[in-house]
């Protein structure tokens, strides 16, 4: 059950679209997310959702802003009538790009699937991976226009990412997608597979990265992660005529076995996918490439991912490590990162070996 408590506001800490830092009168800290709860000022009765922070669970110390007590009414109008959160007493009206066509447009006819035209879509397991990917392909081809969908297989708010925020900040990422329940994109989706659609075909995306929101779930079991997802959408991407490429997680630096060399994320994933698709793994991976048939194995050299982040200002962790303490982790990013801008505009010429 959730833990609730009534604390008042007493600094901001920080601010930006759809989401507020604060601190609260008993020295903690709480985010509020701005699109659900209106903003909050300096004096205001919070209720805030302490739960997360109670168990220990990793949203760095912040509670969230549940309700303030010192507005008695909200009203935020929506764009239109696709609820996100259905059901629950946070449901919003975010309206999604789907409800936006006209009557009679061909969109609303039943036709065949359409055809993304071979787009190469990165499909990542972790949220870091998309700062990582995006840096290099700004690198490989700063022209590239990268979209990000995110997926609503962990966070929910598009807001609370630094990592997106800084991104597009920077400029390494033309705009981003939320799909299913995670809202607060350039463009509302339906579901992942209609996010690759309006990605490619309406924003003109050259790149696709997709990917959950930060805070992936992961047991011990080999089902119970939120990471099985990468076989849904790499199964998408493929069906709908795009070129997914996933990304492997890797460590040589993770202290549960299950997570060095090629993660049991990963290899569960791809045995879920029922489509072959290009799988790339650095060459100190290779003794791993077993695990991750029948797909397309593609072998590519990392980069220095230390000194790329650092020339585009881009900070990426996982697991709190940096490239640093996890070159395996970021070097298998960055290969797979490598190999798809390689496939823009030429999906046949790429070699699979």
Not at 126 to 148: K, N
Not at 160 to 185: K, N
Not at 191 to 208: F, K, Q, T
Not at 244 to 260: E, I, K, N, Q, T
Request: charged residues 20%; contains cysteine.
């Amino acid at each position: 059950m959730p833990t609730f408590r009534t604390l008042r506001v007493v600094e901001i800490i920080a601010e930006r679209p759809g989401l507020q830092r604060v601190g609260l009168d008993d020295d903690s800290r709480a985010y509020a997310l701005t699109q659900l709860t209106g903003s909050v000022a300096v004096g205001d009765e919070v209720v805030v959702n302490t739960t997360a922070v109670d168990l220990g669970l990793g949203t760095g110390g912040w509670h969230v802003v549940h309700w303030n007590l010192s507005r008695r009414d909200l009203d935020l109008p929506g764009p239109g009538h696709i609820m996100k959160m259905r059901y629950t007493s946070l449901q919003a009206d975010t309206g999604a790009a789907e409800e936006f066509v006209e009557v009679g447009d061909p969109a609303t006819e039943q036709q065949p699937l359409p055809d993304l035209g071979g787009v190469p879509v990165l499909v990542a397991s972790l949220h870091s991976q998309v700062g990582i990917a995006a840096a290099v392909a700004r690198d490989m081809r700063p022209e590239l226009r990268v979209v990000y969908v995110m997926t609503d297989g962990a966070a929910l708010p598009l807001a609370l990412s630094d990592l997106v925020h800084d991104l597009r900040e920077r400029g390494l990422l033309y705009a981003t997608v939320t799909a299913g329940h995670a809202f607060g994109g350039d463009l509302e989706a339906v579901s992942v597979a209609s996010a690759l659609h309006l990605a490619i075909e309406r924003l003109g995306a050259d790149l696709v990265i997709c990917a959950m929101g930060p805070g992936v779930v992961g047991t011990s079991t080999v089902l119970g992660t939120t990471a099985v997802e990468v076989a849904s959408i790499a199964t998408a991407a493929a069906r709908l005529g795009a070129r997914p490429v996933v990304m492997v997680r890797a460590s040589d630096a993770d202290g549960r076995a299950r997570h060095r060399g090629i993660s049991h994320h990963t290899v569960t994933a791809l045995a879920l996918t029922p489509v072959p698709v290009d799988v790339v793994i650095t060459p100190d991976l290779i003794s791993h490439s077993e695990a991750l048939m029948p797909h397309r194995v593609v072998v590519r050299e990392g980069s220095d991912v230390a000194d790329l982040l650092a020339r585009h200002a881009v900070r990426v962790t996982t697991m709190g490590r940096g490239p640093g303490d996890d070159p395996v982790f970021f070097a298998a990013a960055a290969a797979a990162a490598r190999h798809a801008v390689a496939l823009v505009s030429r999906p046949d010429t790429v070699s699979d070996a």
